[in-house]
């Protein structure tokens, strides 16, 4: 069988959680040893570690360092949800490796169904790409925003290995960079034909007739189909709106937060101001200009197409949909 391009993001190896260090890409590829609940805190904060998915997983194996180490297992728990308050992912990997007899073993089999899951997603959402799609990413919803596979990128590559012959317009995703650093990355190493674009271009790309459609990935979905996502996919929602372009939002049942009634609840993680008045550690904003650092927008239902998860593809209302599908999920 041949072996994936793109290792797996995170994974336990011999009583320590193994992970990319997605802040060192796409320079270099390296891994990270992780032995201690505080150093798994730090690389999910600094994003060494990140997207939903994978979030889920780590919050799981955050849980089984905790048992294996000695820590308070309770108090270690509260300290790894706090770290990012917006991807529900992290708490659901939590809740379900402290309700576990065997939290090592429970974060493994997340792990395993996490790929599993992904490439079911990616089957249903490769259905709805026309041949040769040109489709609008933002931000990573790839391999590296999961344990493998991945979302949003899980759908184009579903669709590329299927023949399909989909082409990629990568938004840079400022401020972070993670479309430019880590989807360019992905796409590159899959060998899907892609080409980076600063995020300003997307209504130009959408006006010129250039663009099929946009696929993202969430970080929480609201019971009512409100989507939080990467900061900027409120603007291209709004943008595809007016074009007639439509959005996808691919994301697995675990993401779907049936507890918040809208996105009105979902908190909004703040981060370092110095992810905008940095870039790449240089300065590019004076001495002492205030910034505001918001990580995440929400995109209301009205202005999404389909929500595709591995139980298959909701469309509006989105209410009784997504309900039916966690229920189907869970069994």
């Known amino acids: 069988m041949t072996p994936d391009p793109i290792p797996p993001t995170i994974e336990w190896s011999d009583g320590h959680v193994r992970i990319i260090d997605q802040r060192r890409l796409p320079g270099e590829l390296v891994f990270l040893d992780i032995a201690t609940v505080e150093d798994l805190c730090d690389a999910i904060s600094t994003l060494a570690v990140r997207g939903?998915?994978?979030?889920?997983?780590?919050?799981?194996?955050?849980?089984?360092?905790?048992?294996?180490?000695?820590?308070?297992?309770?108090?270690a728990a509260a300290h790894i949800v706090a770290t990012r308050p917006t991807a529900v992912n992290l708490a659901w990997g939590v809740e379900r490796a402290l309700a576990a007899a065997d939290p090592v073993a429970e974060a493994q089999r997340l792990a395993a169904e996490d790929v599993a899951r992904n490439r079911s997603l990616g089957a249903y959402g490769a259905e709805l790409l026309p041949d040769?799609?040109?489709?609008?990413?933002?931000?990573?919803?790839?391999?590296?925003?999961?344990?493998?596979?991945?979302?949003a990128l899980g759908v184009v590559r579903a669709a590329h290995e299927v023949?399909?012959?989909?082409?990629?317009?990568?938004?840079?995703?400022?401020?972070?960079?993670?479309?430019?650093?880590?989807?360019?990355?992905?796409?590159?190493?899959?060998?899907?034909?892609?080409?980076?674009?600063?995020?300003?271009?997307?209504?130009?790309?959408?006006?010129?007739?250039?663009?099929?459609?946009v696929v993202v990935g969430a970080d929480r979905i609201a019971a009512n189909g409100d989507v939080a996502n990467k900061v900027g996919t409120y603007g291209l929602a709004v943008l595809a709106r007016?074009?007639?372009?439509?959005?996808?939002?691919?994301?697995?049942?675990?993401?779907?937060?049936?507890?918040?009634?809208?996105?009105?609840?979902?908190?909004?993680?703040?981060?370092?101001?110095?992810?905008?008045?940095?870039?790449?550690?240089?300065?590019?904003?004076?001495?002492?200009?205030?910034?505001?650092?918001?990580?995440?927008?929400?995109?209301?239902?009205?202005?999404?197409?389909?929500?595709?998860?591995?139980?298959?593809?909701?469309?509006?209302?989105?209410?009784?949909?997504?309900?039916?599908?966690?229920?189907?999920?869970?069994?």
């Open 242 to 331: 007016h074009h007639g372009v439509p959005l996808y939002v691919a994301a697995p049942t675990s993401t779907v937060d049936l507890a918040c009634p809208t996105g009105a609840g979902i908190p909004i993680e703040r981060r370092p101001t110095r992810e905008v008045t940095e870039l790449a550690g240089a300065r590019i904003a004076p001495d002492g200009m205030e910034a505001e650092n918001r990580a995440f927008d929400v995109t209301p239902a009205e202005l999404v197409s389909a929500i595709v998860t591995e139980q298959g593809v909701a469309t509006a209302p989105y209410g009784p949909a997504l309900a039916a599908l966690v229920a189907e999920a869970q069994g």
């Open 132 to 151: 040769g799609a040109r489709v609008y990413t933002h931000c990573n919803a790839g391999a590296l925003a999961c344990v493998g596979y991945g979302t």
């Open 163 to 213: 023949g399909r012959r989909p082409t990629c317009w990568v938004g840079e995703t400022r401020p972070a960079l993670q479309g430019a650093r880590l989807t360019a990355w992905e796409l590159d190493r899959l060998g899907i034909p892609a080409t980076l674009v600063a995020d300003v271009m997307a209504g130009s790309l959408m006006a010129s007739g250039d663009v099929d459609c």
């Open 52 to 75: 939903a998915p994978a979030l889920g997983v780590a919050g799981a194996m955050g849980v089984a360092l905790a048992a294996v180490t000695g820590a308070d297992v309770r108090e």
